[in-house]
């Protein structure tokens, strides 16, 4: 069964950075395309950032800047570093991956906190 799993969630004060980390259980050059979104309570799933096969990469304008997505083919990893770290950051991120064959594959989820 092919996974996702992210790791790196946790509890942080505004200003601080964090790197979220999703571990694939097959080669993520299996997918064309990787990403991360992220909810909110009482919001919907949004896009934060994804990274094609290719290594192009594409953010949400809001967070341009402050987030960098990056891809590690041969641990099959796929980071999401987050910088200056906000309230309004506070979410559930998850990590996608999308397919030829799989489809659309999605992780549990991990949570971020951001409060003073």
């Known amino acids: 069964q092919v996974q996702l799993v992210e790791s790196g969630g946790g509890l942080l004060q505004p200003g601080e950075s964090l790197t979220l980390s999703c571990v694939a259980s097959?080669?993520?050059?299996?997918?064309?395309?990787m990403g991360w979104y992220r909810q909110a309570p009482d919001n919907q799933r949004e896009l934060v950032a994804t990274?094609?096969?290719?290594?192009?990469?594409n953010y949400a304008d809001s967070l341009k800047g402050r987030f960098t997505i990056s891809r590690d083919d041969a641990a099959n990893i796929v980071y999401l570093q987050m910088n200056s770290l906000k309230p309004e950051d506070t979410a559930v991120y998850y990590c996608?991956?999308?397919?030829?064959?799989?489809?659309?594959?999605w992780g549990q989820g991990a949570q971020v906190t951001v409060s003073s």
């Open positions: 097959i080669s993520i050059n299996s997918f064309y395309l």
């Open positions: 996608n991956a999308r397919g030829a064959i799989i489809g659309s594959l």
């Open positions: 990274i094609t096969s290719g290594g192009t990469t």
